[in-house]
């Protein structure tokens, strides 16, 4: 190692040397990457130092760890990338990239209105919402948990099966036609249900976006909040028109 690697902590060169290797194509998605022994033994460091780096590489969404008997490391593809200004939901875009996401239902259950959401949806405090959780995979994987509230006087009955829609479908067949969206993101700390569900350590960070959306005449028809594994996507705010030429 050079002397200005020497200054830096070990986690950070090996990390920089494990993306070095995807960058270059010397390990290519699917391959399942070294375990953390032959990373001890090839960087002489101690296998808690090999786990920081990791620990880098996954959140940066360039490795997979999977459990199991067949699980193991493996180099990811690129992470799909969300834009916030697009209107339309994460499990909207997931599914625009090609992706197979399948959607399971957690709980759906009526609830009664904590008073910090009363005033959003414009009801009373204690008034009765559905509360709908979900976690979406593909691959086999978690990459997003989801909790959707929706009054229940604008929803009088739901379904399971329902849940499993994209929103704006949903919302539309409800005659709640969405006509404004609003969204918040801020990088978070998984509650303990959100490691559950995700599969991931309890000081993981995680992006976290709450939808608010409206119908027609102002009404607050639902409030969506949307977790996901920062390993799993790419978050991008796009601004303005791109003036790049393209070929017609």
């Known amino acids: 190692m050079s002397t200005s690697q020497r200054r830096r902590p070990a986690y950070l060169v090996i990390a920089d040397s494990l993306r070095s290797k995807i960058e270059s194509g ?10 953390e022994r032959e990373l001890v033994q090839e960087y002489k460091v101690a296998r808690m130092t090999v786990r920081h780096a990791l620990d880098i590489v996954q959140i940066e969404g360039l490795i997979d760890r999977k459990r199991g008997r067949t699980g193991g490391t493996f180099v990811r593809a690129t992470p799909p ?42 009801i009373e405090e204690g008034d009765a919402v559905w509360e709908c959780r979900t976690v979406q995979m593909t691959e086999g994987s978690p990459i997003m948990v989801s909790t959707l ?6 929803a009088p009955h739901l379904t399971e099966e329902e849940m499993q829609k994209p929103l704006t479908e949903l919302l539309t067949e ?75």
């Open 174 to 248: 409800l005659d709640l036609a969405p006509v404004f969206k609003r969204d918040s993101l801020v990088a978070a700390t998984a509650r303990t249900e959100e490691q559950k569900a995700l599969g991931i350590g309890r000081n993981q960070p995680v992006l976290r976006i709450t939808r608010t959306v409206k119908a027609e005449g102002g009404i607050v028809a639902a409030q969506l909040e949307e977790t996901l594994r920062p390993d799993a996507v790419t978050v991008e705010v796009v601004i303005g028109e791109d003036p790049t030429p393209t070929l017609d």
């Open 81 to 122: 990338t969300l834009s916030l200004t697009s209107g339309r939901s994460a499990l909207d875009q997931l599914r625009e990239h090609g992706l197979e996401v399948e959607v399971r239902v957690l709980s759906l259950a009526l609830i009664e209105t904590p008073g910090h959401l009363a005033s959003t949806f414009g």
């Open 149 to 154: 509230l929706i009054p229940q006087a604008l």
């Open 26 to 35: 010397e390990l290519k998605p699917g391959d399942r990457f070294p375990t």
